[in-house]
């Protein structure tokens, strides 16, 4: 099954619907690096990662990956080896921190946007994650906690997303 983006607040798996945002300058079919625009396109989702230490393990059917103090997701446009990757957190490497002082990353699920054949520049650390207030995102896909619970317990590792 599809999880499909529609309308730009509203995401839609099987019967389930549930509010969401997206990002604060819409989407894009030719995204760049910090434009702050979600990808447009069909796209399949990667591993849950979750802070074990804010959230006891969610029931899923997606490989579990807790969030350790030094990871980091690489959107350094310079640096080819690391792009759109998960790194360990280094200084020189700039890089979207996994391990937060806010819950936005308490639950996150990257979507295989620029992650098979990497361009530097077109997007990186394209996420689902959580939001408290539908606030506009920098390019990704924001639920409220429970309403992403709930989509953990009926998606799988073949489920693909499309976003219009």
């Known amino acids: ?15 389930f619907i549930f509010r969401c945002c997206l990002g604060k ?19 399949s989702i ?4 979750y802070r ?15 969030i350790q103090k030094n990871m980091g997701w690489c959107d350094d446009i310079k640096n080819q080896k690391n792009y759109n990757k998960l790194i360990k957190v280094k200084k020189n490497i700039r890089h979207e921190k ?6 936005k990353y308490d639950l996150l699920i990257p979507i295989s946007y620029n992650r098979k054949k990497r361009v530097l520049g077109k997007g990186s650390a394209i996420f689902i994650h959580l939001t408290k207030n539908y606030n506009k995102t920098d390019g990704c896909i924001a639920l409220k906690k ?8 009926l998606i799988n590792k073949k489920t693909q997303i499309k976003i219009s």
Not at 52 to 66: F, G, R, S, V, Y
Not at 98 to 103: E, M, S, T, V
Request: aromatic content about 8%; some cysteine.
């Open 1 to 15: 099954m599809t999880i499909i983006i529609k309308n730009k607040e509203t995401l839609i798996y099987d019967d």
């Open 25 to 43: 300058k819409g989407t894009a079919r030719h995204k760049k690096e910090g434009d702050k625009k979600t990808p447009i396109g069909t796209f």
């Open 46 to 49: 990667e591993n849950l990662y």
């Open 52 to 66: 074990k230490d804010k959230i006891k393990k969610p029931i899923t059917n997606l490989k579990c990956i807790p």
């Open 98 to 103: 996994l391990f937060r002082n806010d819950q």
């Open 146 to 153: 429970n309403d992403f619970l709930i989509l953990l317990k």
